[in-house]
């Protein structure tokens, strides 16, 4: 009798360790898919207001530990505080929302929170019903029990997470407890941030690009970023100490991007792909509000196109563009539905004061990730066909507008993944090719697209070490016909091993007065204040070849 016991009591064990390890692993499994993770989208206001937030922690050892609550009364902030980073503990965020017009007297809103050990009751005078009431993790609510008008505009509305001792919030009408959650976290998982929204939506500012009245205008390129969940981990870095201390990626890029800001004075940014280093970033909105965060605080407009890590393990690329296109001077968005990738757009830059005639056009392409096809292409993708025909019919259409402007309308494009035409050593080039191209096997056209509707100049990233701008000619006529650049790796978080290679960023300094383009780079260590490989590469709207200069 006793052995049966036994025996029963180990195969009941046996079968629970089963279920729990096939939970686990499923789980850890469906995490580790790129574009798994269904992150938290905070709801527009709509009327809805917060009336309770609290958290919930449970052990992923423990079967009967659940960090679930009524899905009917609880709606749950998909974000593991812990980042899944923690072998045996999850946590998270819920919060418990009402429409405006529903709330009865009985009814109580949040209308404040905060994080810390100390009872905020005890230093601020409060009346009785509205004492702070403690909640897990430090986290403190405040909640009024009179949902006046005058409530209803301090009133939380959405309720987010954001992680890393260097988070930012990026969003109007957003506000960041720079205290963390209390929770018993290792030093590899980055600290968790609440972070809320008092009254309604508040209208992005997107300003319109426009020719300066000296008909000037500055594009900088950030290729390669690299951000990380957290402050991030050095790469290849030179020199491998910052300031006399530890080499911290997202800092040290994030100061270099900010000094040229200062200095150079952009009119646009562009971010060229790999802004978020999927590995390293597990909150994609945490890398993201970081550069958003610096650009915005420089009231610089600002586009971006995805590269082939923005998305690896982390928020999709639909997703991720949701959150950007929702930004103050983000002028980045989706693109068609009907055609491949994400990020398929144009933007116009209006000529000088109050003109509503474009004087330059911008492309933007989704130049993806990884080949669809391996076995015969191996390597990364193309730019597929209904991109490009996309591509020609949208420049078409523009053609007659854009006559309308009084001087020479230029047309530039910017992509991710270097175009096969990249590769070819016998054309002329100016500046480093330190490391092989990897652009795609398969050759989709995308070239002779972009000669055929007439852009001068079309500027990649990817290969961080490349920082070359190549002239592609007329095979038959050896014609100038376009441009190929490489923006240099900028960031930290990415590699630069090849050759002591220092991280830079890309200028193209626009003169509309003469159609004219010269671009040159910036370095974030040595001669600091130089413009390395400077030329001119177009002129009288013209592409030209390498010359002496100016």
């Known amino acids: 009798m006793t052995r049966r016991i036994v025996r029963t009591i180990t195969q009941l064990a046996a079968a629970a360790l089963f279920a729990f390890l096939i939970i686990f692993f499923l789980d850890r499994n469906f995490r580790l898919l790129p574009n798994a993770v269904h992150e938290y989208m905070p709801q527009h206001h709509h009327g809805l207001v917060v009336t309770d937030v609290t958290i919930t922690q449970c052990s992923k050892v423990n079967l009967f530990s659940s960090c679930k609550l009524d899905p009917d009364l609880w709606h749950r902030v998909e974000k593991n505080l812990y980042l899944d980073k923690s072998w045996v503990s999850s ?38 019903d509205e004492r702070w009431e403690s909640r897990q993790a430090g ?94 981990h050095c790469r290849d870095a030179v020199p491998d100490e910052y300031e006399g201390g530890a080499c911290l990626a997202d800092l040290r890029t994030l100061d270099f991007v900010s000094k040229l800001l200062d200095e150079e004075k ?5 971010l060229s792909g790999d802004q978020v280093n999927g590995d390293t970033a597990p909150d994609a909105k945490s890398a993201i509000f970081k550069y958003a965060h610096l650009l915005i605080k420089h009231k610089i407009p600002y586009v971006s196109i995805f590269g082939n890590h923005d998305d690896e393990k982390t928020l999709s690329r639909a997703g991720q563009m949701e959150i950007i296109e929702q930004l103050p001077y983000s002028l980045s968005v989706a693109g068609p539905d009907d055609i491949d990738g994400v990020g398929n757009y144009y933007i116009e830059v209006l000529a000088q004061g109050s003109s ?53 309308h230029m047309d530039l494009a910017f992509i991710h993944i270097p175009l096969p035409e990249y590769r070819e050593k016998d054309s002329q080039y100016v500046g480093a090719w330190r490391e092989g191209v990897t652009a795609p096997k398969f050759n989709s056209g995308f070239r002779d697209a972009l000669v055929e509707q007439g852009v001068v100049m079309v500027s990649c990233g990817h290969d961080h070490a490349n920082e070359y701008c190549m002239l592609s000619a007329d095979e038959n006529t050896n014609n100038p016909e376009l ?68």
């Open 91 to 128: 946590a998270y965020v819920h919060v418990q929302r009402k429409k405006e017009e529903e709330l009865t007297a009985d009814d109580k809103v949040v209308v404040g929170l905060t994080v810390g050990r100390l009872d905020p009751s005890n230093s601020a005078k409060g009346q009785a």
């Open 139 to 232: 986290l403190w609510v405040l909640r009024s029990s009179k949902p006046t008008a005058s409530d209803s505009k301090k009133a939380v509305t959405a309720v987010d997470v954001l992680f890393g001792d260097d988070a930012v919030e990026a969003r109007d009408g957003w506000e960041l407890q720079n205290t963390p959650l209390l929770l018993e976290t290792g030093p590899d998982i980055p600290s968790a941030h609440i972070t809320v929204r008092q009254g309604g939506d508040v209208e992005p500012i997107k300003p319109q690009p426009r020719i300066n009245n000296n008909g000037k205008f500055k594009i900088m390129q950030l290729a390669d970023l690299h951000l990380s969940t957290g402050v991030g």
């Open 356 to 408: 509503k005639h474009s004087a330059l056009t911008v492309y933007l392409l989704d130049s993806h990730a990884y080949s669809p096809d391996e076995r015969q292409w191996s390597g990364y993708d193309w730019i597929k066909k209904n991109q490009i025909d996309w591509f020609r019919q949208t420049a078409e259409g523009l053609k007659k507008k854009h006559k309308e402007y009084t001087h020479i």
């Open 266 to 270: 952009p009119d646009l940014v562009v």
């Open 483 to 550: 441009w190929m650049c490489y923006g240099g790796g900028a960031g930290f978080g990415g590699y630069g091993g090849y050759g002591e290679y220092v991280r830079r960023v890309r200028l193209f300094d626009i003169d509309m007065n003469e159609a004219r383009i010269t671009t040159y780079k910036r370095m974030e260590y040595g001669d600091t204040a130089g413009h390395i490989d400077q030329q001119i590469i177009v002129d009288g709207g013209n592409v030209i070849p390498p010359r002496a200069k100016r």
